[in-house]
């Protein structure tokens, strides 16, 4: 498993000849290099606040001034065309085994043969951040055998375990990264964490920082993370795409790197920053950007520290609000005239509750009792978590063709457990609006965690990659519709998890109460939607899976919303049901043998349930 790409070597046409004459100066210090900022030792790339460039004045008059290259005319376009602006130049440079180019298609150099080369060229490109540290692509097999990056761990066709091949491959890309770069190190050049398929790197200048990051396109596959889906399987790489939708980059080498450049430019023109090395990273390179900015103005909210779980009395087992899971078997009411199955999901369901929820942050303060009771009666309550006894389901009339209100809940008994305000809300709400339409005082609040402080902390954040996402829809551009859906999906996803976080300045995106309320508003929306459906059309859903229901429609039910707005329920999957398939659905005697009727369905029309 070399790699996802043919690793071919492509021409390239004229160049710059920088490896013809002496090694350039340094880059100016004033225009080209990263604020300084101190670096801990247990840093990474992802873990240091990337901050604007030092201007004059910040460089001491005692250390010497750096002298910018004389710089030659822009090289010829290395593309066809230049493929999506100029937006990404400056910050990042592509490489093949045959030239470097800037993102847009301009040539640099010839072939970047060895390691002294390499150096030239960073030094020489002076890069700066935007949002991740500069990145410098290498692309093919062969652009990162010329530098000694080569490995051979096998194929995946002669194991059995992708994981034990995969974790073979890094180790041997980091013994062989390893041994190649003494020469760099002499240069003044220091290795944070461990090389990889993203080396990060880093050297000194003045009080400056410059930071870059060597990505090696044909082993990226070594990384686990669950971002890229890996489960003996290669799935989506961030933003090189995913082979088994088809949207990773070509098979060969020059048309990989002007496509990875055309990327790289949507990336910094729509989002603002270079892609991290994962989508959830990215992200989180949204939500700094945003924060420097705030933090420059004085402007909007301004979340500085990390939102752990508060000590909970009786914590629940795995989230503090699951997202939904459930089918029932169907009955002849839901059977009669149907001939149509079909999926709808809420359009990018958790980039649209990101954006409307007013998030806690701070430090929140307990409530007990009485106090716990007047909190949680409120108009409209503060955020946080709230420990409710859910009444046995069995006591209420309750639609029997819908989940029940909270996962958590039983039909004929009360359970206690913590829920989130949404959640506090939702239950409260009519019973017509998805709700269960209990007080307050019904659900026996004993205790609270709220915060002192709250605001739609996420707005600005969600309005970014809501426009981005726009753009790459109105355009057809799938790899981009998906590169900013695994970005939202995969950063709200990390909000839980303190290990991804546990650098000083990246602790304030562990917030796990933000990605519970963020589940929690989706599921509630997509009751609200269901009970609207059964008024209109009388038809109730057979599985719920997340943000996304299950029904069987006769052939003029209009179940979907036209409105192009986030959140919105639209036709993700259909299906058209001949009679041996309804007679399936009719002989369905458990919710296991109704998706198994799904999964016949659609897979005769070539769909896969999700």
Known sequence: MASTRKGQRMGGGEQFALFDVERPAEPETNARVEAASVLQPEASAEAVDIVEAVPPSDTSPSEPQLE?????????????????????????????????????????????????????????AALTPLGSPAQVWLVGVDACAQLGWIIDPGSEDDVDDLEALR?????????????????????????????????????AIGKATQMVDLVLEPYVWTYWNKDFGWGNRVG????????????????????????????????????GVLPGPTPARTGAAVVDKIRRERTRTGKGILVTTAGPVPPLDGPPRGDLEPAAGWARVPDAEDLDHACRLVTLDQRAAYLASAGMLSFGYGRPRRVVGDAAVEEASRTKPAF????????????????????????????????????????????????????????????????????????????????????????????????????VGACYKGYIGRMVN???????????????????????????????????????????????????????????????DDSPALGKMVVEKHAWLSDDLLAVFAAAQDTHEVKLAIDAAYGACGEEDA
């Open 384 to 483: 946080g978590l709230w420990r409710v006894t859910l009444p046995a389901a069995g006591q209420y009339s309750l639609p029997e063709k819908l989940p029940l209100p909270h996962p958590v809940m039983q039909f004929d008994a009360p359970v206690r457990t913590w829920v989130t305000t949404v959640s506090l809300e939702g239950l409260c709400a009519p019973v017509a609006d998805g709700g269960m339409g209990v007080d307050v005082d019904d659900l026996e609040v004993t205790e609270a965690w709220i915060y002192p402080e709250q605001g739609r902390a996420l707005d600005k954040w969600a309005a970014i990659l809501r426009a981005a996402r726009g753009v790459a829809v109105e355009t057809d551009d799938v790899a981009m519709k998906r590169f």
């Open 167 to 203: 974790v073979r491959a890094a180790d041997e890309l980091r013994q062989v990264i390893s041994a190649t770069l003494p020469p760099l190190i002499a240069q003044g050049w220091e290795l944070r964490g461990d090389p990889g398929h993203v080396v990060h790197l880093s050297r």
């Open 236 to 271: 989506d790489m961030g933003i090189l795409g995913s082979p088994t939708a088809g949207t990773y980059l070509p098979d060969d080498d020059l048309p990989a790197a002007r496509e990875l450049g055309r990327r790289l430019a949507w990336c910094a023109k729509h989002l």
């Open 68 to 124: 910018a290259p004389s710089t030659p005319e822009p090289g010829p376009s290395g593309w066809e065309s230049l493929p999506a602006g100029e937006d990404a130049d400056g910050h990042a440079i592509v490489i093949t085994a045959a030239a470097s180019y800037t993102p847009s298609g301009r040539v640099l150099t010839g072939s970047v043969d060895s390691i002294d080369k390499l150096d030239q060229l960073v030094r020489w």
């Open 498 to 560: 303190p290990e991804m976080w546990t650098a000083t300045r990246m602790q304030h995106h562990h917030q796990p109460l933000w990605r519970a309320a963020i589940i929690a508003h989706c599921r509630w929306r997509g009751r609200r939607v269901a009970m609207r459906i059964a008024r209109e059309t009388g038809r109730w859903p057979i599985r719920t899976m997340t943000d996304s229901w299950v029904y069987l429609l006769g052939e003029a039910d209009d179940v979907a």
